[in-house]
Every structure is written in C-alpha cells, then in structure tokens.
C-alpha cells in the first residue's frame, strides 16, 4: 500500500517557517498592527486580517496580498503588540512563501525598485520626493493631490528636498556597486 503524503495547513507552516512564529496563536486581533503600520492605507489587508486569513488556511488569498510587499521593516506593530507578536518576521515568510510558490509578481514591483536602485546609483542615496512622486503618479495619482499639503510643509521645514542630493565621494560607491554586480552575475552561472 503506496503512503500518502499529507502537507502541513497553511497557519502551521507559517507558524514553522517564521521565528517565534507560535506566538501567532495568541493574536487578539486588536488591530494595533495596522493602525501602527505608515504603509497601511496602502495595502489590500491589514496584519490581522492576513493573520485571520492565515488561521483560516486561505493560502492562496494570503500570497497574492499586497500588504507584505508595502511592508517597511520599520517594527512598530511588532513593537506595539500587546502579544509580542513578530509581525514583520511574518511579512518577510509571506513574502518568502509567495516567492516560493510562484504568487509574486515581480512586474508590479519593478518600477518602485528601478527607480530606488537608479537613485543609488547615480547619486549615493534615496531621493525621496522623486520615489514618492513617481510612485504616485504611477499607482495612486489623486491621493497625490490629497498629499501635496503635506508635501510642501515637509519641503518649508527643510524634511523634504525637491532635488537630489549627490555623496561624496561617488566613484567609491561606484566600485562598489560594480563589484556586487559582478558577483552578482558569477553566483547566478
């Protein structure tokens, strides 16, 4: 008689894949991780929806969400969870699980990637108003409308700069970047 192999649920590989993964059990879906999340208004589901969803084994719902990709590894639903929840180390098993599975939609985040990475490499560091304005005018051009206020109080007080700002000493970071392509490139062969 041929064995069967039965696959583990959904909330239990998650649970395993993630450190400290077990706490997730303890979720009281108080909603402090999304009300604590900058990027939450843009993102399809919160953290306990996603969590709740988990629960629920709703795989292939949880890895075609967007909400682990608008994560920003800044820890403050982490930090404020009354459970001590590893909300964000559960973000990066949802990203790693969709990778895995094929869910990921490398296209849809390539603008946002290109643009931060053509930043780097042509003036040493991020240009936030360039990132910020080519991402909303390609994802969400009327919540930019709603943002220019904000925008030009940030500018006025000197937390916004409107052009970008060149390192030093650019030829070394030039190197740098040339030599972990090349690795890069070697690895993949």
Not at 24 to 35: A, F, K, M, R, V
Request: hydrophobic share 35%; with cysteine; proline share 6%.
């Amino acid at each position: 008689m041929e064995e069967v192999q039965t696959r583990k649920p959904f909330f239990d590989r998650v649970m395993a894949s993630t450190p400290g993964g077990n706490t997730l059990l303890g979720c009281l879906q108080c909603g402090t991780c999304g009300g604590s999340c900058p990027s939450g208004p843009d993102m399809d589901a919160t953290p306990r929806k996603l969590f709740a969803m988990a629960r629920a084994n709703m795989e292939e719902d949880v890895l075609l969400s967007n909400a682990p990709w608008y994560c920003v590894s800044c820890y403050y639903c982490t930090v404020r969870c009354p459970q001590e929840i590893p909300i964000t180390d559960l973000m990066y098993t949802f990203k790693r699980m969709a990778i895995e599975s094929g869910h990921y939609n490398a296209e849809s985040h390539a603008d946002f990637s290109q643009s931060f990475c053509g930043y780097i490499e042509h003036y040493g560091r991020s240009f936030e108003f360039g990132l910020a304005t080519r991402y909303h005018l390609t994802h969400h051009p009327l919540q930019m409308v709603r943002k220019t206020g904000l925008g030009f109080q940030m500018i006025q007080k000197g937390r916004l700069n409107t052009a970008p700002d060149r390192i030093h000493d650019m030829p070394q970071l030039t190197a740098i970047l040339t030599e972990a392509k090349r690795i890069a490139t070697e690895d993949e062969l």
